[in-house]
C-alpha cells in the first residue's frame, strides 16, 4: 500500500521530493531486488528522462528561433528510402539510350498505339471460389479482358492459340489452399513474363468503404517509383495492360505504386473538389505484388532466358537495397 | 505343415504381417495375392501359392512349390511376363496350369489391376506435373512484415491524391475539370479568361461532356465545397464578373443557337458546375438584359 505513495524510505538514496530526483552516479535501478521497488523507481526514472527530452527540445527550438536565418538547417530524419543504396540502373529521364531501348522493346507496338490490349485472365488448375471470385472482379478492373477457366490445359499449348487470336496479354493467377498467392504476367507475341509472388488480396467485398462497381469506363494508371531500368521495364509491363487513351468520364485510376519492391496495386475513383483537393474512393480489388522473376519469352520455365531472377541468398543481404 | 502354420497364425497366434481392423484382417505380406488375411491367401500357410508383383514397370510371376520348402532362398521362383497384356495372361496360364483355380484367377485380376495402374502412371506423367515447393517460414514471416512496413511507408491515398492534382496541374484532363486558379496569380487568371473567350467553340462541346458527367454520384458533395471557397469568390467576383459580361455580350452576338449553357460560364464554373448548368436557362434572360 505504501509503495506507490511516494518514494520509499528503505532505498535510502533518493530524496523524498518526486519533481527532481538526484540518483547518485553508481546507483542503478537493476540492482533493486524487489520488483515492486524497482518497477516504481524505473517509472520514476522514465518520467524524468522524458522531462529532460522536453526541455532539450524546447531549448533547441529557442536557439533556432534566436539566430534566425543562420540557424543550421532542420535534420532530416533517415527514412529507409533515403538510405537506399544507389542502385546504378537508375534511370535517368533524359537518358538517350533508355529511350532507345524503350522503343524498339516488346513494348513498342501498344506505346505506339499499334496493338490495342487484350488480356486473357485465367487460373492455376481447379481454382476456389476466392480465386474465382477475384479473376472476375480483375476482369472489371482490367478493360478488355476475358476470364477462362484453366481445366488442366498446358500453358505452352494455350500460347500459341492466344496468338492466334489477337490477345496481346496473358495473366495466370496461381492458387494455393484456396487463397490466389502468385501471377504470372506474361506479354505475348514473344513478350517478356514477370512472375510475381501476390499477397493481402482483397475482394471489393472485404474493401470498407468501398464505392459502387467499378464501371466499363477505361482507367488511368499511375505507376509509382519504378526507378531502375528493371522497375522501368515492369512498369511498362503494367501499363501495357490498360488502353492507351483513358476515359476522364469514368474518373477511374489503377494505381502500381512501388514502395521497397512491393508493388501495391490499388482502384480508385477519384472526384476534384477544388483545384487543390481531390477525394478518392476505393474501388476494386487491391493486392501487392513482389516480383520473383522476369523472363525474356513467353511462360518457359524449363528453357527460358531469365533476366532477373529473386536470389535470395544474394539480393537479400542489404535491408538498404532495393531491385525495383 | 501348412495346416499347423495356419492354425497358428491365422487364428491363434501373433502374424506380424496381420493387420486388423473393424471388419476385415489385411495381410501385409509382399507376396501376398490378395491382400488379405484368409486361409487360401496366405503365402505361408500355403506351400503351393503364386503371385504376380511388378518391379519398375515390368510385371513378373512368382511361384513358390513345396519341393523349395526347404531353401528359402531360391523359394521363389520369378517369370518375367510380356509386355502384350493377352500374352502375359497366357503365360500365366502356361506356368501356372494344373494349379488350383483360385490362384490363376486371382493371378490374372491382380495381374489386371496392375497393369490399369502402371498405365494411369504412364498417363499422369505425361501431363504437368505440380510442383511442391516448401515454404520457408522465416522468410515468409519476414517478407509479411516487410509489406506492412512497406504498405506504411507508401502512404498510398496521399501518394495517389498528390499525383492526380499533378496531372491536374499539368492539364492532362484538357478542360473537363474548371477550376480557377488562385488569388495569387491574378495576372495568370486574366491571361487565361482571353484565352478562354478566344476558344468559344471548343469550350462548348465540353460543357456538354459536363452535362453528361453531371450524372455522376458525387453531386451532392459539391455543395460542401462553396463554404470552404466562399472568401475566394468574394474576393474574385468583382473582376471575374466584368469580365463574364464581356463574355457573354460576344457569345450572343455570335451563338444565335445559344443552347443556355456558355453564358453563365463565369460563375458557373467558378461555383458549381454541374449544378448551375440548370439555373443559367433561368437568369440567362436577365444577364442579358444587363447587358443591353
Given at each position: 500500500?505504501?509503495?506507490?505513495?511516494?518514494?520509499?524510505?528503505?532505498?535510502?538514496?533518493?530524496?523524498?521530493?518526486?519533481?527532481?530526483?538526484?540518483?547518485?552516479?553508481?546507483?542503478?535501478?537493476?540492482?533493486?531486488?524487489?520488483?515492486?521497488?524497482?518497477?516504481?523507481?524505473?517509472?520514476?526514472?522514465?518520467?524524468?528522462?522524458?522531462?529532460?527530452?522536453?526541455?532539450?527540445?524546447?531549448?533547441?527550438?529557442?536557439?533556432?528561433?534566436?539566430?534566425?536565418?543562420?540557424?543550421?538547417?532542420?535534420?532530416?530524419?533517415?527514412?529507409?528510402?533515403?538510405?537506399?543504396?544507389?542502385?546504378?540502373?537508375?534511370?535517368?529521364?533524359?537518358?538517350?539510350?533508355?529511350?532507345?531501348?524503350?522503343?524498339?522493346?516488346?513494348?513498342?507496338?501498344?506505346?505506339?498505339?499499334?496493338t490495342?490490349p487484350k488480356i486473357l485472365i485465367t487460373t492455376?488448375?481447379?481454382?476456389?471460389?476466392?480465386?474465382?471470385?477475384?479473376?472476375?472482379?480483375?476482369?472489371?478492373?482490367?478493360?478488355?479482358s476475358h476470364v477462362y477457366y484453366r481445366r488442366g490445359l498446358a500453358l505452352k499449348r494455350i500460347i500459341p492459340q492466344c496468338i492466334a487470336r489477337d490477345f496481346t496479354d496473358l495473366i495466370v493467377?496461381?492458387?494455393?489452399?484456396?487463397?490466389?498467392?502468385?501471377?504470372v504476367?506474361s506479354h505475348l507475341p514473344d513478350g517478356?513474363t514477370?512472375?510475381?509472388?501476390?499477397?493481402?488480396?482483397?475482394?471489393?467485398?472485404?474493401?470498407?468503404?468501398?464505392?459502387?462497381?467499378?464501371?466499363?469506363?477505361?482507367?488511368?494508371?499511375?505507376?509509382?517509383?519504378?526507378?531502375?531500368?528493371?522497375?522501368?521495364?515492369?512498369?511498362?509491363?503494367?501499363?501495357?495492360?490498360?488502353?492507351?487513351?483513358?476515359?476522364?468520364?469514368?474518373?477511374?485510376?489503377?494505381?502500381?505504386?512501388?514502395?521497397?519492391?512491393?508493388?501495391?496495386?490499388?482502384?480508385?475513383?477519384?472526384?476534384?473538389?477544388?483545384?487543390?483537393?481531390?477525394?478518392?474512393?476505393?474501388?476494386?480489388?487491391?493486392?501487392?505484388?513482389?516480383?520473383?522473376?522476369?523472363?525474356?519469352g513467353t511462360f518457359d520455365?524449363?528453357?527460358?532466358?531469365?533476366?532477373?531472377?529473386?536470389?535470395?541468398?544474394?539480393?537479400?543481404?542489404?535491408?538498404?537495397?532495393?531491385?525495383? | 505343415?501348412?495346416?499347423?502354420?495356419?492354425?497358428?497364425?491365422?487364428?491363434?497366434?501373433?502374424?506380424?504381417?496381420?493387420?486388423?481392423?473393424?471388419?476385415?484382417?489385411?495381410?501385409?505380406?509382399?507376396?501376398?495375392?490378395?491382400?488379405?488375411?484368409?486361409?487360401?491367401?496366405?503365402?505361408?500357410?500355403?506351400?503351393?501359392?503364386?503371385?504376380?508383383?511388378?518391379?519398375?514397370?515390368?510385371?513378373?510371376?512368382?511361384?513358390?512349390?513345396?519341393?523349395?520348402?526347404?531353401?528359402?532362398?531360391?523359394?521363389?521362383?520369378?517369370?518375367?511376363?510380356?509386355?502384350?497384356?493377352?500374352?502375359?495372361?497366357?503365360?500365366?496360364?502356361?506356368?501356372?496350369?494344373?494349379?488350383?483355380?483360385?490362384?490363376?484367377?486371382?493371378?490374372?485380376?491382380?495381374?489386371?489391376?496392375?497393369?490399369?495402374?502402371?498405365?494411369?502412371?504412364?498417363?499422369?506423367?505425361?501431363?504437368r506435373?505440380?510442383?511442391?515447393?516448401?515454404?520457408?517460414?522465416?522468410?515468409?514471416?519476414?517478407?509479411?512484415?516487410?509489406?506492412?512496413?512497406?504498405?506504411?511507408?507508401?502512404?498510398?491515398?496521399?501518394?495517389?491524391?498528390?499525383?492526380?492534382?499533378?496531372?491536374?496541374?499539368?492539364?492532362?484532363?484538357?478542360?473537363?475539370?474548371?477550376?480557377?486558379?488562385?488569388?495569387?496569380?491574378?495576372?495568370?487568371?486574366?491571361?487565361?479568361?482571353?484565352?478562354?473567350?478566344?476558344?468559344?467553340?471548343?469550350?462548348?462541346?465540353?460543357?456538354?461532356?459536363?452535362?453528361?458527367?453531371?450524372?455522376?454520384?458525387?453531386?451532392?458533395?459539391?455543395?460542401?465545397?462553396?463554404?470552404?471557397?466562399?472568401?475566394?469568390?468574394?474576393?474574385?467576383?468583382?473582376?471575374?464578373?466584368?469580365?463574364?459580361?464581356?463574355?457573354?455580350?460576344?457569345?450572343?452576338?455570335?451563338?444565335?443557337?445559344?443552347?443556355?449553357?456558355?453564358?453563365?460560364?463565369?460563375?458557373?464554373?467558378?461555383?458549381?458546375?454541374?449544378?448551375?448548368?440548370?439555373?443559367?436557362?433561368?437568369?440567362?434572360?436577365?444577364?442579358?438584359?444587363?447587358?443591353?
Amino acid at each position: 500500500a505504501g509503495e506507490g505513495s511516494g518514494p520509499v524510505p528503505a532505498d535510502g538514496t533518493g530524496p523524498p521530493a518526486p519533481e527532481r530526483v538526484l540518483f547518485p552516479p553508481t546507483f542503478s535501478v537493476s540492482e533493486i531486488k524487489n520488483k515492486q521497488r524497482r518497477h516504481f523507481m524505473f517509472l520514476r526514472w522514465k518520467q524524468q528522462q522524458r522531462k529532460e527530452k522536453l526541455a532539450l527540445k524546447k531549448r533547441r527550438r529557442k536557439e533556432r528561433e534566436a539566430l534566425g536565418d543562420k540557424a543550421p538547417p532542420k535534420a532530416v530524419p533517415k527514412t529507409i528510402e533515403n538510405q537506399r543504396v544507389y542502385d546504378e540502373t537508375t534511370v535517368d529521364p533524359n537518358d538517350e539510350e533508355v529511350a532507345f531501348d524503350e522503343a524498339t522493346d516488346e513494348f513498342a507496338p501498344y506505346f505506339n498505339r499499334q496493338t490495342v490490349p487484350k488480356i486473357l485472365i485465367t487460373t492455376s488448375d481447379r481454382p476456389r471460389g476466392r480465386t474465382v471470385r477475384f479473376c472476375e472482379q480483375l476482369a472489371t478492373v482490367i478493360p478488355n479482358s476475358h476470364v477462362y477457366y484453366r481445366r488442366g490445359l498446358a500453358l505452352k499449348r494455350i500460347i500459341p492459340q492466344c496468338i492466334a487470336r489477337d490477345f496481346t496479354d496473358l495473366i495466370v493467377i496461381n492458387e494455393d489452399r484456396k487463397i490466389p498467392n502468385g501471377l504470372v504476367l506474361s506479354h505475348l507475341p514473344d513478350g517478356p513474363t514477370a512472375h510475381f509472388r501476390m499477397s493481402s488480396v482483397r475482394l471489393r467485398k472485404e474493401i470498407k468503404r468501398k464505392g459502387k462497381e467499378p464501371t466499363e469506363h477505361v482507367p488511368e494508371v499511375i505507376l509509382n517509383n519504378f526507378t531502375t531500368r528493371l522497375g522501368h521495364s515492369i512498369g511498362r509491363m503494367f501499363a501495357a495492360l490498360f488502353p492507351h487513351d483513358p476515359q476522364f468520364i469514368g474518373r477511374q485510376v489503377a494505381t502500381f505504386h512501388n514502395q521497397r519492391d512491393y508493388i501495391f496495386f490499388r482502384f480508385h475513383r477519384y472526384i476534384f473538389k477544388s483545384e487543390k483537393k481531390v477525394g478518392i474512393q476505393e474501388l476494386g480489388p487491391r493486392f501487392t505484388l513482389k516480383l520473383r522473376s522476369l523472363q525474356k519469352g513467353t511462360f518457359d520455365s524449363k528453357f527460358g532466358e531469365y533476366e532477373w531472377i529473386h536470389k535470395r541468398r544474394e539480393m537479400d543481404t542489404s535491408r538498404r537495397k532495393f531491385h525495383l | 505343415s501348412p495346416q499347423v502354420v495356419w492354425s497358428m497364425l491365422g487364428n491363434r497366434q501373433f502374424c506380424s504381417y496381420k493387420m486388423t481392423t473393424k471388419t476385415q484382417n489385411f495381410c501385409r505380406n509382399e507376396y501376398n495375392l490378395t491382400g488379405l488375411c484368409n486361409r487360401s491367401s496366405c503365402p505361408l500357410a500355403n506351400s503351393q501359392y503364386a503371385t504376380v508383383r511388378e518391379e519398375k514397370g515390368r510385371c513378373y510371376l512368382y511361384m513358390k512349390t513345396i519341393e523349395r520348402a526347404a531353401f528359402p532362398r531360391r523359394l521363389w521362383e520369378r517369370v518375367l511376363l510380356s509386355k502384350n497384356y493377352e500374352k502375359a495372361l497366357e503365360e500365366i496360364d502356361e506356368n501356372l496350369i494344373y494349379w488350383p483355380r483360385f490362384i490363376r484367377h486371382k493371378c490374372k485380376q491382380r495381374f489386371t489391376k496392375i497393369t490399369q495402374y502402371l498405365i494411369r502412371i504412364r498417363k499422369l506423367t505425361l501431363k504437368r506435373q505440380r510442383k511442391l515447393v516448401p515454404l520457408r517460414r522465416k522468410i515468409e514471416r519476414r517478407e509479411n512484415r516487410r509489406e506492412e512496413k512497406a504498405l506504411i511507408a507508401a502512404q498510398l491515398d496521399n501518394a495517389i491524391e498528390k499525383e492526380l492534382l499533378e496531372r491536374l496541374k499539368q492539364d492532362t484532363y484538357g478542360d473537363i475539370y474548371n477550376f480557377p486558379i488562385h488569388a495569387f496569380d491574378k495576372a495568370l487568371q486574366q491571361q487565361e479568361a482571353e484565352s478562354e473567350s478566344e476558344s468559344e467553340a471548343e469550350r462548348e462541346e465540353e460543357e456538354e461532356d459536363d452535362e453528361d458527367a453531371g450524372e455522376r454520384e458525387f453531386v451532392e458533395a459539391e455543395d460542401s465545397e462553396l463554404s470552404d471557397f466562399e472568401d475566394m469568390d468574394k474576393l474574385e467576383t468583382s473582376s471575374e464578373e466584368e469580365q463574364e459580361e464581356e463574355e457573354e455580350v460576344e457569345k450572343e452576338a455570335s451563338h444565335s443557337k445559344s443552347k443556355g449553357k456558355t453564358p453563365l460560364k463565369g460563375p458557373a464554373r467558378r461555383k458549381r458546375p454541374y449544378l448551375e448548368i440548370e439555373y443559367e436557362q433561368e437568369t440567362e434572360p436577365s444577364t442579358k438584359t444587363k447587358a443591353a
